[in-house]
């Protein structure tokens, strides 16, 4: 026997909702070989938009993952110019922190 069969299994939440819809739809005189019927074709409605979200779920998450590798490799290439540009950025805080106390050492002296 295989692991997995080739028929999909519909949930029991699937068929209770199919059948809540049915019996809220039924019209007058109709017969419960007929509702049962309809709460089939619901049944099999559900489960076909429930495979359709998961292949465009399973798609989108394809591209995400091409995405974000595309994405790691282009950073792993560009982290030497990143580092360059990080060393020199990291000194302006500090002389406009000088120069702030500077200024301030002035003001001070300016009051005496």
């Known amino acids: 026997m295989s692991k997995y069969s080739r028929k999909s299994k519909i949930s ?10 049915a019996r809220g739809s039924q019209r007058p005189g109709q017969t419960k070989e007929q509702t049962r019927l309809i709460a089939q074709g619901i049944q099999k409605g559900i489960d076909l938009y429930k495979k359709q979200q998961k292949s465009k779920s399973r798609e989108l998450d ?7 590798s ?10 030497s110019p990143a580092l360059k540009q990080s060393v020199k950025n990291s000194s302006l805080p500090w002389i406009l922190l000088i ?9 001070l002296l300016m009051l005496r």
């Open 62 to 68: 394809r591209k995400l993952r091409k995405v974000t």
């Open 99 to 107: 120069i702030s106390w500077l200024g301030f050492a002035a003001y």
């Open 12 to 21: 029991a939440e699937t068929k209770d909702d199919a059948l809540k819809i």
């Open 70 to 79: 595309k994405s790691e490799s282009n950073d792993t290439n560009d982290e």
